[in-house]
């Protein structure tokens, strides 16, 4: 099988030494996508606000690897508040309303640039 490195234009860049995405025959495993603009700023606003730009960002992610967000088939939530489960569900579900993938959410001491969210996830194409 042979690695594939993912990048799209249609998602912030990585703020480090890692790629948006690795495909690996049909699998889809992308890095952790946080509230970044195509600009790499951190999007204002509550968790709603992020976790909608966090899902987005992973939407451009799997569509540059050719997939969708539903052929998701994990994901892992990191959560700066577990307060906000309830608020990042709702926004979550408009987007995985069909057949929600398997799912960890934790919350997490800090995550980069201070922000109050990031999800990863596998997929398939």
Known sequence: ????????EKAPLPIGPYNQAVAIGNL??????????????????????QAKCVLENLKAVLEGAESSLDKVVKTTVFLKNMGDFAAMNEIYAQYFSSSAPARTTVEVARLPKDVLIEIEAVAYS
Request: glycine share 10%.
């Open 1 to 8: 099988m042979s690695k594939k490195i993912v990048k799209t």
């Open 28 to 49: 889809i495993y992308t890095s952790g996508q946080i509230p970044l603009n195509l600009s790499n700023a951190v999007v204002e606003g509550g968790i709603k606000e």
